[in-house]
């Protein structure tokens, strides 16, 4: 029955769910109906391991009384069945512990209608139409590199969902995804050469997934024959795919819960200087066909732009109902049914060089391809292994690097940032550019 509900049905049964709650003592009250199907197809070495299409109807059912919380979630929904969870969120609110802070859920304000976030072409895929793509990718790797490994995955998701609260908010959403992830590893007796890359978009029109391993495979190849480096301080050169990494980890320690709770590096920071003055970023959610953008939250409240640094100077945090009525601040629309705070698409604003320059100018120094910085949410420091890094010595990438480590703190780090690239990878509603953070500890053993 789940997969023949209509839209229509999905708001109402989530309505049905909302008031059950209600009605079995909660003061608030709000629930969610998603309807999904996934086409998922997996490699493992180098030939298709699976490929299978699953269908589910999942709701989840938050109730609050006096600010305490009870949530039920279910699969495979009816009207019976969603009922009963309502009936069980509302009895559990019931028996939580008082929060004085709670003051209540978001109101029926507009949100901002968003395009691109559904594409019918995609919504049609076939699991053989996929898997062609993942055999794709094993031709295109075997291209640059006939002895190539490669494991990954490509998925396709098409989700319809309904949201309503006790306060009349209703939403309604449609939404498609395609993605591709890739790994490759290359073996030339015992030395070995790995890398991965990844595609993904909300439409067709946004990714090039046929042949995205074969440029995994030139990175991998140029990862062969990594040598050890010499302990010093010197450049760190953090390519797209890092910077990424690095940038959306700062995005999500600006959320409001973590920082009210005393748990995050930027307590007591608002409105100071924590990075250098290269470095504005932006968090919106309301971008056309933005990997994370939708014109509202997970508690239906609408989003807003966001700019997070602004010339180095933490400008604002992430909030969501609970905690924008906390600080008595507008709610930025971030926060989950579940609880918690996220961050949507990350954008910087660019600077006046291209990355090829920024490593030519670049005396000593280590680049890093991909890979995370790792920092402690609390605390801020870091303490990283460099898994896809060269050596950048008299402004090139001289050779790979191996058993090297980054240490530092992510303030640090931020202060010491001293260029970003004009040009960049994007990713829909992302920018991915390069940046180049000064005086670096790097740990190697040679």
């Keep these: 029955m789940a997969e023949e509900l209509t839209q229509e049905e999905l708001l109402s049964i989530a309505a049905e769910a909302c008031a059950a709650a209600r009605r079995a003592g909660a003061e608030w009250a709000d629930a969610a109906v998603t309807r999904s199907r996934e086409i998922a197809v997996e490699l493992e070495k180098s030939a298709v391991a699976s490929a299978e299409t699953i269908s589910s109807t999942e709701l989840s059912v938050r109730a609050v009384t006096d600010g305490a919380r009870g949530m039920f979630l279910l699969e495979g929904v009816t009207r019976e069945n969603a009922v009963a969870a309502g009936k069980a969120a509302g009895e559990l609110s019931r028996q939580g512990t008082p929060d004085p802070d709670f003051v209540a859920l978001p109101g029926p304000d507009p949100v901002e209608t968003v395009g691109g976030l559904y594409d019918p072409t995609l919504a049609r895929l076939t699991v053989d139409e996929m898997a062609g793509i993942a055999v794709s990718n094993v031709r295109a790797a075997r291209e640059v590199a006939p002895e190539v490994i490669l494991a990954g995955s490509v998925e396709a998701h098409r989700a319809e969902s309904a949201f309503v609260n006790s306060l009349g908010v209703t939403r309604v959403g449609l939404a498609t995804r395609i993605s591709a992830q890739m790994s490759v590893v290359i073996r030339r ?161 660019l600077g006046s060089r291209t990355a090829e320059q920024i490593i030519a100018d670049t005396e000593e120094g280590i680049y890093i391809n991909a890979g995370g910085l790792g920092a402690n949410p609390v605390s801020g420091d870091v303490s990283a292994s460099v898994d896809f890094g060269f050596k950048i010595e008299r402004g090139e990438l001289a050779y790979p690097v191996t058993n090297t480590m980054v240490a530092g703190n992510v303030l640090e780090f931020l202060r010491h940032i001293d260029a970003v690239s004009r040009d960049c990878r994007r990713e829909p509603g992302n920018h991915l550019p390069t940046l180049r953070i000064q005086d670096v500890e790097v740990a190697g053993s040679g």
Excluded: C
């Excluded at 040598?227 to 990494?245: D, Y």
């Excluded at 920082?259 to 003055?277: C, H, K, T």
């Design 189 to 349: 007796g015992d030395d070995v050469g790995s890398f991965y890359d990844f595609d993904v978009g909300r439409r067709l029109e946004d990714v090039a997934l046929a042949s995205l391993s074969a440029e995994a495979a030139r990175w991998a190849l140029r990862f062969l024959g990594a040598r050890r480096v010499a302990s010093k301080r010197m450049a760190l050169v953090l390519g797209p795919l890092a910077s990424f990494g690095f940038l959306r980890s700062l995005a999500a320690s600006s959320n409001a819960e973590s920082i009210q709770r005393q748990r995050s590096f930027l307590v007591g920071r608002l409105g100071q200087p924590i990075a250098s003055p290269h470095l504005t970023l932006v968090d919106d959610g309301l971008i056309p066909a933005g990997l994370s953008s939708r014109g509202y939250d997970g508690e239906g409240a609408p989003r807003r732009r966001v700019t997070l640094v602004r010339q180095g100077v933490f400008a604002a945090m992430l909030h969501n109902s609970y905690t924008a009525h906390k600080a008595q601040e507008p709610n930025t629309g971030h926060g989950s049914q579940g609880g918690g705070i996220a961050p949507t698409n990350i954008q910087v604003e």
